[in-house]
């Protein structure tokens, strides 16, 4: 079984940060690129930021790129979502996902956590 578990998500004031967390546990043999989306009430879901495998190579969407950091740290299985000068816009449920493969599968996946809510007040 594979479990992603994001933390650190809470109410914050515009210009604020926050840092989320996500860990990945249970039989996994080898995780591939990890994400963060954002889902906010009445929209599509979107993607906020990924990262390679290695930690080599990101991407973000437009509207974060300069306050948003996405790394990784491969031994504890954690992605994490740094959020810098956050606005109301902001404000979303986000989902953490990580294409992997566990031990014992023969192909690779893609498994989402929970979500974390973040709200920004103006």
């Known amino acids: 079984q594979v479990q992603l578990v994001e933390s650190g998500g809470g109410l914050v004031q515009a210009g604020g940060s926050l840092r989320l967390s996500c860990a990945a546990s249970?039989?996994?043999?080898?995780?591939?690129?990890m994400a963060w989306y954002r889902q906010a009430p009445g929209k599509q879901r979107e993607l906020v930021a990924a990262?390679?495998?290695?930690?080599?190579?990101?991407n973000y969407a437009d509207s974060v790129k300069g306050r948003f950091t996405i790394s990784r740290d491969n031994a504890k299985n954690t992605v994490y979502l740094q959020m810098n000068s956050l606005k109301p816009e902001d404000t979303a449920v986000y989902l953490c996902?990580?294409?992997?493969?566990?031990?014992?599968?023969?192909?690779?996946?893609?498994?989402w956590g929970q979500g974390t809510q973040v709200t920004v007040s103006s």
């Open positions: 996902n990580a294409d992997l493969s566990a031990f014992g599968a023969a192909d690779i996946k893609g498994y």
């Open positions: 249970g039989k996994i043999f080898r995780i591939n690129a």
């Open positions: 990262i390679t495998s290695g930690g080599s190579t990101t």
